[in-house]
């Protein structure tokens, strides 16, 4: 298989995931009253769009993933309001910020969650194919989806007490690798990958790290037993922090993942 055919599937597999953890997001927050201004599959220029009922739905340039932008999940709102044409009269409680602390939570678990059901149906689909009735498909798939969040909780672990390294950790390069290696088993081997990639995004993205879905998940824990919220620019530092932090450790890896391959 040839670089750039990895690379596209590679490109695809992150999208399709990214996008399954946004739409969880969306369809929450949709639920729970909250304005979405946007809904992007691909990140950048904009390429398409189209507007529904309240929310933009569109395709960007970028085949890295997508986003689902609220009203009120941004302190730029002011210009989001202007740039996404709100109504006027749109009341505040549809705000992210003025919804119940329960229903922020919903809402931020929400795509972790799809995270994981879209392995499980992945992987329930591949033990049906291979001949499995479906109460034994939806039994061993699920055992699976389990032992790879538990893997993965393990590796998180084993990095943090020292026991393994950076050398273990995949980066860019080491992704289009695997990719390749899995595809060229066949479809079942690469749906295989697929669905442990999408119960290591919905994992990491519980961890309670500020920038990460389970970052916030905490803050809002915090807040629920403090009975005060925290400041909208104190929560923007501690996200920007944590950002800054991730966007780091995610250089160090992409690095390293570089030297690796050169070596």
Known sequence: MNIALMIILTLAMLTVLVV???????????????????????????????????????????????????????????????????PEDLPSSRSYLNVSKGRKLLILLAGPLMNMALALVILWAVYLFHGQNLLSAVASG???????????????????????????????????????QFARHGVLSFLLF??????????????????????????TLAEIIARRDLSQRAVMIINGIGFACLMVFSVVVAVNDVLRYLH
């Open 20 to 86: 399954v953890h946004e739409f969880g997001h969306f369809i929450a927050a949709r639920r729970a009253g909250v304005y979405v201004l946007e809904f992007s599959i691909g990140m950048g220029p904009l390429l398409y769009s189209h507007k529904g009922k309240e929310t933009v739905f569109a395709v960007r340039a970028l085949p890295i993933g997508g986003f689902c932008q609220m009203w009120g999940e941004d302190d730029a709102d002011g210009e989001l309001a202007e740039e996404y044409d709100l």
């Open 142 to 180: 699920t055992k699976l989806c389990v032992s790879f969040s538990g893997a993965i909780y393990q590796s998180l672990h084993q990095l943090i007490v020292g026991k393994a390294s950076l050398n273990d950790f995949a980066g860019p390069v080491g992704m289009v690798g695997m990719v390749g």
């Open 194 to 219: 697929c669905s442990l990639i999408s119960v290591n995004l919905g994992v990491i993205n519980l961890l309670p790290f500020p920038a990460l879905d389970g970052g916030q998940i905490l803050v």
